[in-house]
T-cell receptor
């Protein structure tokens, strides 16, 4: 059963911030939110994860709402290389990750 | 660090034939996973190893799929006999501490299998 809901596709102009939403209304208190992405013909790549607080690393920022029922992945300055399928996953840890169908993000020049 | 290595990159076989895929995880990673990704879908876990022991193979079709990790490093996934519905990308992943929320999975680029 899917624990997350993501839009199937999104477009973003190159150089703009890409904001990818994820709904996880049934998340439990000790489940983390993970984001991976998959560029065409490659394996998935870890981006970021969080529990309650907002997180930022060199790739992206993760904003989690106070009730934890949704989150947004932000790519601050999207480039053509960010075109990929983005997966939002909720899980107790990194074991046995269950991937949905994700959001296909297309960066437009 | 070197990434997860998989071979071959592509494989085409006829149904009822057998096929094997090889994976070499990141050095020092004790946990190894095999995922199956059918076109248009997200990856689905087939089997998880911790060192050379199986942790979870509940979604592995054991009548035709087998996997081993004899020395706790490299792993082989085999299909015998293959069916048309086995056409997919087979992804290998590894992690250093699977139960830690801070230990991400590192994936290889997969083997694309076409069964005709």
């Amino acid at each position: 059963d899917a624990k997350t809901t993501q839009p199937p596709s999104m477009d973003c102009a190159e150089g703009r911030a890409a904001n990818l939403p994820c709904n996880h209304s049934t998340i439990s208190g000790n489940e983390y939110v993970y984001w991976y992405r998959q560029i065409h013909s490659q394996g998935p790549q870890y981006i970021i994860h969080g529990l309650k607080n907002n997180e930022t690393n060199e790739m992206a920022s993760l904003i989690i709402t106070e009730d934890r029922k949704s989150s947004t992945l932000i790519l601050p300055h999207a480039t053509l290389r960010d075109t990929a399928v983005y997966y939002c996953i909720v899980n107790f840890g990194n074991e046995k990750l269950t991937f949905g169908t994700g959001t296909r993000l297309t960066i437009i020049p | 660090e070197a990434g997860v290595a998989q071979s071959p990159r592509y494989k085409i076989i006829e149904k009822r034939q057998s096929v094997a895929f090889w994976c070499n995880p990141i050095s020092g990673h004790a946990t190894l996973y095999w995922y199956q990704q059918i076109l248009g879908q997200g990856p689905k876990l087939l089997i998880q190893f911790q060192n050379n022991g199986v942790v979870d193979d509940s979604q592995l079709p054991k009548d035709r799929f087998s996997a081993e990790r004899l020395k706790g490093v490299d792993s082989t996934l085999k299909i015998q006999p293959a069916k048309l519905e086995d056409s997919a990308v087979y992804l290998c992943a590894s992690s250093s501490h699977p139960s830690s929320y801070n230990s991400p999975l590192h994936f290889g680029n997969g083997t694309r299998l076409t069964v005709t």
